[in-house]
C-alpha cells in the first residue's frame, strides 16, 4: 500500500510551480559564487561594474578551487535548511490551504503512511536538488577555470556538502509537524527561521553542538571556521530530532483533530 | 449494532470549550437507506460527519460504521465508505483525471474506475482540465466522482448539492436514489436544503443544537405535508379534550396552540365545541403543513 500512497504523492506534483522554483532558487547560488569568483580574479573588470568589485575585494575571498568548494557547501547547508523547509511546508502545509487533508484521513490507509510518503517525496526532492547545484557548480568552477583544483579536495567538498545536506534534511520532519499543527505554509516557514536564528544564538554560547539547528551551520562553517567532523554527540541529537519529528508528525495526523 | 445498521452512535458528544457542539446523539442508520439529515447552519451535522469519518475525536461517546467502531487514525471500514465533507475540493494543479487517479490508488479501485466515475458525473468534456479553472458546481461534481470512485457500500455526503444547479440536483438527486435502489447503497447526506431531502430521503432526522430534535420515516414526512386546522384558543389543554370527546382524533398541542388534522370539512363544528365550552378561540385556520414549516417550528426558527 505504501507503494501507492508514494505514487499518489509524486502524482500531486505534476505541474506543481514549485519544483521549479526550488531548482531556481537553489541554482541562484553557485551563480553568484561563480559570479564572486570572477569579480575577485578579475578586479579591474569588475570595478568597472561598481560598488559589487569593492565589496568583494573586501571580503577577502580568493579565486580558488578551495575557496569556491566552501562556499557551495555554504549554499548547500544554508541555503538548504531554508529551500527544504520550504518543500516541506509546501508538501505538508498544501494539503490544508488546498483543503484536501480531509480527503485523506477517512480512506483505507493508515495515516502514518501519508506521512512517512511525503516526506520520502521530500527526501528525493531535495537529493535531485543537492545533486543538481553540485553539478551546477562544478560545471561553473571548471567555466571560470579556477586554479587550486585537486580530487581530494573535490572529494572532501562533495562529501561535506552531502553530510550538511542530510542533517539539513534530518531536520526537516519538525517541520513537517509545525507545518500540520499550524495548517498551512507559514507557521512552518516561520519556524524554520526562528531556529536558524536561535542556531547562531546558540553557536555564540558555546552550545553549537548540541542545538540541533546550529550544528549544520557550525560544520559548514556558517559560523566560525568550518569543523573538520561532526560529534557523535551532535549526530545522537540529530537523530532525536529526526525521530521525534517523525514520531509528533504521525500523531498528529493520528491523534489531533483534523477540522479544516 | 446489528448487521442490518450502517451507521450506529451511542452518547455520541462532541465539545469545543464553551460550545456543545453535538450532544449526546444516539443515532441508527439501517443498511440501503436514504437517510436525511437535517438542521440548520451550527446544528452539529458536520461536526458529527466529522467524527462519523474519524476526522476529530469525539468528547464522549462511540461511533460504528459498517460494523466497526471508528477510532480517529483507524483505517476502520472506510474502505467501504465514500465521502464528501463540507466544500469541494481537490489538487488545483491536477487535471480532473489525475485528481481522480489519485484517489483511485488510495482506494485500491481498479483503473477502469477513473473512466466510469467520470462518465457517470459527466465530466467527460473536462477530464483533461486542471482543477483549478473548474466552476463550483464543476468542482462540487469532482468531489461526488472522488466519493463514488470505489462503488462503497456506504455514502457518507455532507451538503451534496452545493454549488450544484438545477439540473445538476436533480441528476445527483436521482444517482443517489439509483445506488441505493439498485446497488443498495446507504446514503447519509446533510442538507438544510428542505425540499430537496423532501425529495430525496426514506428517513430523515432534524438536528438542532447538537441534539436530534426528531426522526421521521417516509410515511411520517407525507404525514407532516397534510392538511390541518390550526386553533388559537384560551385553554389548549382543555380544548384539546373537549375535541377528543368530540370526535375528532388526531388532535395535537404544540406550543400554546392546538392542529386538528383531517378536520378540515369540520371547521364550523370544531368552532362550536370550543365557544360553547366557553373558550375564546383567538384562530381558527386552515393550514398546509410542509416539511420546511415542521422544521421551523421544531427549530425554533418559524413565525
Known amino acids: 500500500m505504501?507503494?501507492?500512497?508514494?505514487?499518489?504523492e509524486f502524482v500531486k506534483l505534476r505541474r506543481s510551480r514549485v519544483t521549479w522554483f526550488s531548482l531556481a532558487a537553489l541554482s541562484l547560488g553557485p551563480l553568484a559564487i561563480a559570479l564572486m569568483m570572477w569579480i575577485v580574479r578579475e578586479p579591474g573588470r569588475a570595478a568597472k561594474?561598481?560598488?559589487?568589485?569593492?565589496k568583494a575585494n573586501l571580503s577577502g575571498l580568493t579565486a580558488t578551487w578551495p575557496a569556491y568548494f566552501s562556499m557551495l557547501t555554504l549554499v548547500v547547508g544554508m541555503g538548504g535548511m531554508l529551500l527544504l523547509a520550504f518543500i516541506v511546508a509546501y508538501i505538508f502545509g498544501r494539503e490544508y490551504t488546498e483543503g484536501t487533508a480531509k480527503n485523506l484521513l477517512a480512506l483505507p490507509v493508515g495515516r502514518h503512511w501519508f506521512a512517512l510518503a511525503k516526506l520520502v517525496v521530500a527526501a528525493v526532492w531535495w537529493a535531485v536538488l543537492v545533486v543538481a547545484v553540485l553539478a551546477e557548480g562544478f560545471?561553473?568552477?571548471?567555466?571560470?577555470?579556477?586554479?587550486?583544483?585537486?580530487?581530494?579536495?573535490?572529494?572532501?567538498?562533495?562529501?561535506?556538502?552531502?553530510?550538511?545536506?542530510?542533517?539539513?534534511?534530518?531536520?526537516?520532519?519538525?517541520?513537517?509537524?509545525?507545518?500540520?499543527?499550524?495548517r498551512g505554509y507559514l507557521p512552518p516557514l516561520g519556524f524554520a527561521f526562528a531556529m536558524l536564528a536561535l542556531g547562531d544564538v546558540f553557536s555564540h554560547t558555546g552550545w553549537a553542538a548540541w542545538f540541533p539547528w546550529s550544528i549544520v551551520p557550525q560544520f559548514i562553517g556558517a559560523i566560525g571556521k568550518p569543523a573538520t567532523t561532526i560529534a557523535a554527540g551532535s549526530?545522537?541529537?540529530?537523530?532525536?530530532?529526526?525521530?521525534?519529528?517523525i514520531a509528533a508528525t504521525i500523531a498528529q495526523l493520528r491523534w489531533a483533530d483534523n477540522a479544516q | 449494532m446489528s448487521a442490518e445498521t450502517a451507521i450506529a452512535t451511542r452518547a455520541l458528544t462532541k465539545r469545543y470549550r464553551d460550545v456543545l457542539a453535538v450532544d449526546a446523539l444516539d443515532l441508527d442508520v439501517r443498511r440501503g437507506e436514504i437517510y436525511g439529515f437535517l438542521g440548520r447552519n451550527g446544528a452539529g451535522k458536520t461536526t458529527t460527519i466529522r467524527m462519523l469519518l474519524g476526522l476529530i475525536r469525539p468528547t464522549g461517546g462511540d461511533v460504528e460504521v459498517l460494523g466497526r467502531r471508528v477510532r480517529p487514525g483507524t483505517t476502520a471500514s472506510f474502505a467501504r465508505v465514500g465521502y464528501l465533507v463540507e466544500a469541494a475540493t481537490a489538487y488545483p494543479n491536477l487535471t480532473v483525471r489525475e485528481n481522480l487517479d489519485v484517489q483511485r490508488r488510495l482506494t485500491r479501485a481498479p483503473r477502469a474506475a477513473v473512466g466510469e466515475v467520470i462518465e457517470l458525473m459527466r465530466l467527460g468534456g473536462l477530464a483533461d482540465r486542471r482543477a483549478r479553472v473548474l466552476s463550483l458546481g464543476n468542482k462540487q461534481r469532482l468531489s461526488l466522482a472522488r466519493a463514488l470512485l470505489h462503488r462503497p457500500e456506504l455514502l457518507i455526503l455532507d451538503e451534496p448539492a452545493n454549488a450544484l444547479d438545477p439540473a445538476g440536483i436533480v441528476e445527483v438527486r436521482e444517482l443517489l436514489r439509483s445506488r441505493a435502489s439498485e446497488q443498495g447503497v446507504t446514503v447519509f447526506v446533510s442538507s438544510h436544503i428542505l425540499t430537496e431531502m423532501a425529495h430525496l430521503v426514506d428517513r430523515i432526522g432534524i438536528m438542532h443544537e447538537g441534539r436530534l430534535l426528531e426522526e421521521l420515516d417516509r410515511d411520517q414526512l407525507r404525514a407532516k405535508e397534510r392538511l390541518y386546522v390550526e386553533i388559537g384558543v384560551?385553554?389548549?389543554?382543555?380544548?384539546?379534550?373537549?375535541?377528543?370527546?368530540?370526535?375528532?382524533a388526531h388532535v395535537e398541542h404544540a406550543d400554546g396552540r392546538l392542529r386538528v388534522y383531517g378536520a378540515q370539512e369540520r371547521v364550523p363544528e370544531i368552532a362550536r365545541v370550543l365557544v360553547?365550552?366557553?373558550?375564546?378561540?383567538?384562530?381558527?385556520?386552515?393550514?398546509?403543513?410542509?416539511?420546511e414549516r415542521h422544521f421551523l417550528r421544531l427549530t425554533g426558527g418559524g413565525d
Open chain 1, 2 to 8: 505504501f507503494a501507492q500512497v508514494l505514487v499518489a
Open chain 1, 235 to 245: 549526530l545522537v541529537v540529530v537523530a532525536l530530532t529526526f525521530l521525534a519529528g
Open chain 1, 49 to 54: 561594474l561598481g560598488l559589487l568589485g569593492t
Open chain 1, 139 to 182: 560545471v561553473l568552477g571548471a567555466a571560470l577555470a579556477l586554479p587550486g583544483f585537486t580530487t581530494t579536495a573535490a572529494v572532501g567538498a562533495v562529501r561535506d556538502a552531502l553530510l550538511a545536506a542530510a542533517i539539513a534534511y534530518l531536520l526537516v520532519p519538525v517541520v513537517a509537524w509545525i507545518a500540520m499543527l499550524g
Open chain 2, 276 to 291: 360553547g365550552a366557553g373558550l375564546d378561540v383567538s384562530e381558527l385556520t386552515e393550514t398546509h403543513e410542509d416539511l
Open chain 2, 234 to 248: 384560551s385553554k389548549p389543554a382543555q380544548a384539546a379534550t373537549l375535541l377528543a370527546a368530540a370526535g375528532f
